[in-house]
């Protein structure tokens, strides 16, 4: 029931960051889900069972040259998003943009992953960017599938976060990003990333709608994937000379090296074998041989120096990391 509460009370948070409401497909049967005409603070909703979620706002700053947007002009509401090659950005219609399509005071819908570092603003990879146009227009939503159900009347899709219930008629149009591939519904299946443009939705949980178009994305890479292949390291485009060593099969990194090059002090306390890493005033304690999560190796000495699993990167600094051919790009 708590749960419940949460989801409809970050629902209904988004809803009011919108010029016109989603409501219940009884009393509003053509009501659009519209992004706001203009938001002068950074909606989020946060409750979410997947790693990704959602925000929306106004582009108060923009750099083309190191690729990433910021919402919020405020210092305690701006949100960084980092963007690379496997970002998606489209306009509101479905047709593929980029970059140099955003502008400082358009409005964004903006799909991104839960870690974000611990700077100020606050940083996190973009998924999807959807730009909003001048008119008010349907905003896609973005989605995983976790199952696909096909029915009399066509299709069902549930989605990994628990979140949506995509009822899909036969005729439904599917189309393909940035390609000229033919795609249909039997090419949307789990795990498939997707883009659903609906114009009302039921405020059930978990919320029911009927998309009248639907984008399937490119798979992302999983850097588990190839992660064997690893040899080398890079932090924010630079390689590092650091050795990078397994233990069975789990990618170990240097701690202070790579920390180090992400902005962070590193402080070493002999007494208690742990590494604190610290930025302001965040930070994060390592205990050589102790195990953060069962299914990886703790900590640990290799030669003289702290080793620790590639996730925790991603996980407790909230950097994201990307494998390029035998290099882990660590980015943030």
Not at 135 to 141: F, N, R, Y
Not at 277 to 304: C, H, M, N, Y
Request: hydrophobic share 45%; aromatic share 6%; charged share 20%.
């Amino acid at each position: 029931m708590k749960n419940k509460k949460r989801f409809l009370a970050a629902i209904l948070t988004l809803a009011m960051s919108l010029s016109t409401a989603c409501v219940l497909a009884e009393e509003a049967a053509n009501t659009p889900m519209l992004i706001s005409e203009n938001p002068e603070a950074v909606a989020v909703v946060e409750e979410n069972l997947a790693n990704y979620t959602v925000t929306e706002g106004t582009i108060s700053e923009l750099s083309e040259e190191e690729s990433y947007i910021v919402l919020g002009e405020a210092v305690e509401d701006a949100k960084r998003f980092n963007i690379g090659e496997e970002t998606v950005i489209i306009k509101a219609d479905g047709t593929p943009a980029s970059l140099t399509d955003c502008a400082k005071g358009a409005n964004v819908r903006i799909y991104h992953n839960v870690a974000a570092t611990f700077s100020l603003p606050p940083q996190s990879f973009a998924r999807v960017i959807v730009i909003a146009g001048e008119e008010a227009s349907v905003l896609p939503i973005y989605a995983v599938v976790s199952k696909v159900t096909e029915n009399e009347d066509g299709y069902t899709i549930e989605t990994e976060d628990g979140n949506f219930i995509f009822n899909v008629a036969k005729d439904v149009t599917v189309l393909p990003y940035r390609t000229r591939n033919i795609v249909t519904m039997s090419d949307v299946k789990e795990g498939s990333a997707i883009l659903a443009w609906s114009e009302i939705m039921t405020m059930s949980i978990p919320a029911q709608a009927n998309p009248t178009q639907i984008m399937l994305l490119p798979q992302a890479v999983e850097a588990e994937a190839s992660i064997s292949d690893v040899t080398a390291v890079a932090v924010n485009g630079e390689a590092l000379d650091a050795k990078v060593e397994f233990i069975e099969e789990n990618l170990m990194l240097p701690i202070r090296a790579i920390s180090e090059k992400l902005g962070y002090t590193v402080t070493w306390n002999g007494e208690e074998r742990s590494v604190l890493v610290a930025k302001g005033e965040e930070s994060v304690k390592v205990v050589l041989d102790q195990i953060a999560r069962s299914a990886e190796p703790a900590a640990t000495l290799i030669g003289e120096l702290t080793y620790v699993p590639h996730t925790f990167f991603n996980e407790l600094l909230g950097s994201e990391a990307v494998i390029a051919g035998e290099t882990l790009q660590i980015n943030q």
